[in-house]
T-cell receptor, first 110, second 116 residues
Framework: RKEVEQDPGPFNVPEGATVAFNCTYS??????FFWYRQDCRKEPKLLMS???SGNEDGRFTAQLNRASQYISLLIRDSKLSDSATYLC???????????FGQGTTLQVKP | DADVTQTPRNRITKTGKRIMLECSQT?????MYWYRQDPGLGLRLIYY???????NKGEISDGYSVSRQAQAKFSLSLESAIPNQTALYFC???????????????FGSGTRLTVV
């Protein structure tokens, strides 16, 4: 089993829709998690950190479910500019390394 | 100027050639990393360094070597390039003494390497 798994999508949604991505992780010792956003051929950029039950930033909400070992990212009122690949990231234990999921692609259509 | 700078941005090289990718950072971070990204495979860790004297192999280090010349510089070498090393390479940095637990990475803009 991969350490971090995501549904690669693509998720195609209309503008204004609410969309949610899930990510599962295998290392129960992981304490904090991240969602990164990556535009085509660009570097990943930190979107949100998640290290308790959840985190909210504007239209974006990240939640952590330790019992089931998954994190989710909810995007409300999708914008065209939200089209990107979203990477779920977990540091196994406290190693300082980040393990990336393969990413979920979102396409927001007019 | 970018916080994490990678050079070159693009490179085409021939099979068997030695090539070096360079990374420098102005963030003052102690930790540096090299990843490669291939379509459908996500980002995979090649090497990482927690300080100048600490170099560690990642999950796919075969065929690569690294040098941490200074806290701010971390270079990746392909000793004898082969076509399946064609990929997008990213350097990243992090701060072990960062505030709270949000020790996310800062990435460079990437080097697109093609081995023909």
């Amino acid at each position: 089993r991969k350490e971090v798994e995501q549904d690669p999508g693509p998720f195609n949604v209309p503008e204004g829709a609410t969309v949610a991505f899930n990510c599962t992780y295998s290392n129960s010792a992981s304490q904090s998690f991240f969602w990164y956003r990556q535009d085509c051929r660009k570097e990943p950029k930190l979107l949100m950190s998640v290290y308790s039950s959840g985190n909210e930033d504007g239209r974006f909400t990240a939640q952590l479910n330790r019992a089931s070992q998954y994190i989710s990212l909810l995007i409300r009122d999708s914008k065209l500019s939200d089209s990107a690949t979203y990477l779920c990231v977990s540091p196994p234990g406290n190693t300082g390394k980040l393990i990336f999921g393969q990413g979920t692609t979102l396409q927001v259509k007019p | 100027d970018a916080d994490v700078t990678q050079t070159p941005r693009n490179r085409i090289t021939k099979t068997g050639k030695r090539i070096m990718l360079e990374c420098s950072q102005t963030k003052g971070h102690d930790r540096m990393y090299w990843y490669r990204q291939d379509p459908g495979l996500g980002l995979r860790l090649i090497y990482y360094s927690f300080d100048v004297k600490d170099i560690n192999k990642g999950e796919i280090s075969d065929g690569y070597s690294v040098s941490r010349q200074a806290q701010a510089k971390f270079s990746l070498s392909l000793e004898s390039a082969i076509p399946n090393q064609t990929a997008l390479y990213f350097c990243a940095t992090s701060d072990s003494k960062g505030r709270g637990r949000a020790y996310g990475y800062t990435f460079g803009s990437g080097t697109r390497l093609t081995v023909v």
